[in-house]
Nanobody
Framework: QVQLVESGGGLVQAGGSLRLSCAAS????????MGWFRQAPGKERDFLAA????????YYADSVKGRFTISRDNAKNTLYLQMNSLEPEDTAVYYC?????????????????????WGQGTQVTVSS
Protein backbone atom coordinates (compact mmCIF):
# COMPACT_ATOMS: atom_id res chain seq x y z
CA GLN A 1 0.00 0.00 0.00
CA VAL A 2 1.66 3.19 -1.20
CA GLN A 3 1.32 6.22 1.03
CA LEU A 4 1.62 9.70 -0.43
CA VAL A 5 2.45 12.78 1.61
CA GLU A 6 2.25 16.28 0.15
CA SER A 7 4.20 19.27 1.42
CA GLY A 8 5.13 22.77 0.31
CA GLY A 9 1.79 24.50 0.51
CA GLY A 10 1.28 27.84 2.19
CA LEU A 11 0.32 31.46 1.76
CA VAL A 12 1.73 33.40 -1.19
CA GLN A 13 0.93 36.70 -2.87
CA ALA A 14 -0.51 36.84 -6.35
CA GLY A 15 2.24 36.52 -8.92
CA GLY A 16 4.37 34.43 -6.61
CA SER A 17 5.55 30.84 -6.82
CA LEU A 18 5.41 27.65 -4.78
CA ARG A 19 6.76 24.17 -5.28
CA LEU A 20 4.73 21.28 -3.95
CA SER A 21 6.29 17.91 -3.20
CA CYS A 22 4.69 14.50 -2.86
CA ALA A 23 6.76 11.83 -1.14
CA ALA A 24 5.88 8.19 -1.74
CA SER A 25 6.47 5.47 0.82
CA UNK A 26 7.18 2.63 -1.61
CA UNK A 27 9.53 2.10 -4.54
CA UNK A 28 6.58 0.83 -6.57
CA UNK A 29 5.78 4.54 -6.97
CA UNK A 30 8.45 4.66 -9.62
CA UNK A 31 6.30 2.59 -12.02
CA UNK A 32 3.09 4.60 -11.49
CA UNK A 33 1.66 7.39 -13.53
CA MET A 34 1.17 10.31 -11.15
CA GLY A 35 -1.06 13.33 -11.11
CA TRP A 36 -1.94 16.53 -9.28
CA PHE A 37 -5.46 17.68 -8.50
CA ARG A 38 -6.94 20.51 -6.49
CA GLN A 39 -10.22 21.22 -4.76
CA ALA A 40 -11.51 24.63 -3.78
CA PRO A 41 -14.25 25.03 -1.15
CA GLY A 42 -17.63 24.07 -2.54
CA LYS A 43 -16.17 22.85 -5.82
CA GLU A 44 -15.30 19.53 -7.38
CA ARG A 45 -11.79 18.12 -7.42
CA ASP A 46 -10.11 19.27 -10.62
CA PHE A 47 -7.33 17.66 -12.60
CA LEU A 48 -4.20 19.78 -13.02
CA ALA A 49 -1.36 17.70 -14.45
CA ALA A 50 -0.16 14.15 -15.02
CA UNK A 51 3.19 12.51 -15.72
CA UNK A 52 4.19 9.06 -16.93
CA UNK A 53 6.29 6.76 -14.78
CA UNK A 54 9.52 7.69 -16.51
CA UNK A 55 8.64 11.36 -16.63
CA UNK A 56 8.92 11.43 -20.40
CA UNK A 57 5.35 12.59 -21.05
CA UNK A 58 3.24 15.18 -19.27
CA TYR A 59 -0.23 16.62 -19.72
CA TYR A 60 -1.81 19.76 -18.26
CA ALA A 61 -5.22 21.22 -17.77
CA ASP A 62 -5.72 24.41 -19.77
CA SER A 63 -6.14 26.40 -16.56
CA VAL A 64 -2.52 25.80 -15.52
CA LYS A 65 -0.72 25.18 -18.80
CA GLY A 66 2.33 27.43 -19.06
CA ARG A 67 2.25 28.29 -15.35
CA PHE A 68 2.59 24.91 -13.60
CA THR A 69 5.17 22.18 -14.24
CA ILE A 70 4.90 18.59 -13.06
CA SER A 71 8.07 16.55 -12.60
CA ARG A 72 9.33 13.57 -10.67
CA ASP A 73 12.54 12.21 -9.21
CA ASN A 74 12.19 8.44 -9.02
CA ALA A 75 15.48 8.10 -7.20
CA LYS A 76 13.89 10.10 -4.37
CA ASN A 77 10.38 8.62 -4.70
CA THR A 78 9.10 12.18 -5.06
CA LEU A 79 6.68 14.00 -7.32
CA TYR A 80 6.75 17.79 -7.73
CA LEU A 81 4.50 20.59 -8.90
CA GLN A 82 6.19 23.90 -9.62
CA MET A 83 3.59 26.65 -9.60
CA ASN A 84 4.42 30.07 -11.01
CA SER A 85 2.38 33.24 -11.61
CA LEU A 86 -0.09 32.19 -8.96
CA GLU A 87 -3.50 33.81 -8.90
CA PRO A 88 -6.13 34.04 -6.14
CA GLU A 89 -8.19 31.56 -8.19
CA ASP A 90 -5.49 28.97 -7.55
CA THR A 91 -6.42 28.88 -3.86
CA ALA A 92 -7.37 25.29 -3.01
CA VAL A 93 -6.26 22.10 -1.34
CA TYR A 94 -3.78 20.36 -3.64
CA TYR A 95 -3.58 16.58 -3.86
CA CYS A 96 -1.13 14.22 -5.47
CA UNK A 97 -2.38 10.88 -6.76
CA UNK A 98 -0.95 7.64 -8.07
CA UNK A 99 -2.26 5.31 -10.75
CA UNK A 100 -1.12 1.69 -10.51
CA UNK A 101 -3.42 0.30 -13.23
CA UNK A 102 -1.28 1.65 -16.04
CA UNK A 103 1.93 0.86 -14.24
CA UNK A 104 4.90 1.07 -16.56
CA UNK A 105 2.80 2.40 -19.45
CA UNK A 106 2.46 5.66 -21.33
CA UNK A 107 -1.19 6.45 -20.64
CA UNK A 108 -1.80 9.69 -18.76
CA UNK A 109 -4.94 9.48 -16.59
CA UNK A 110 -6.81 12.73 -16.11
CA UNK A 111 -9.88 11.67 -14.17
CA UNK A 112 -9.87 11.29 -10.41
CA UNK A 113 -11.51 7.84 -10.46
CA UNK A 114 -8.54 6.53 -12.47
CA UNK A 115 -6.24 7.07 -9.49
CA UNK A 116 -6.10 4.59 -6.63
CA UNK A 117 -3.66 6.30 -4.25
CA TRP A 118 -4.13 9.78 -2.80
CA GLY A 119 -2.28 12.04 -0.44
CA GLN A 120 -3.96 13.95 2.37
CA GLY A 121 -3.66 17.31 0.60
CA THR A 122 -1.81 20.54 1.24
CA GLN A 123 -3.43 23.98 1.39
CA VAL A 124 -2.36 26.67 -1.04
CA THR A 125 -3.68 30.17 -0.45
CA VAL A 126 -2.97 33.00 -2.89
CA SER A 127 -3.70 36.51 -1.65
CA SER A 128 -4.53 39.40 -3.96
Amino acid sequence: QVQLVESGGGLVQAGGSLRLSCAASERTFTSYAMGWFRQAPGKERDFLAAITWRGTRTYYADSVKGRFTISRDNAKNTLYLQMNSLEPEDTAVYYCAGNSKYSGGTYLPTRSHEYDYWGQGTQVTVSS
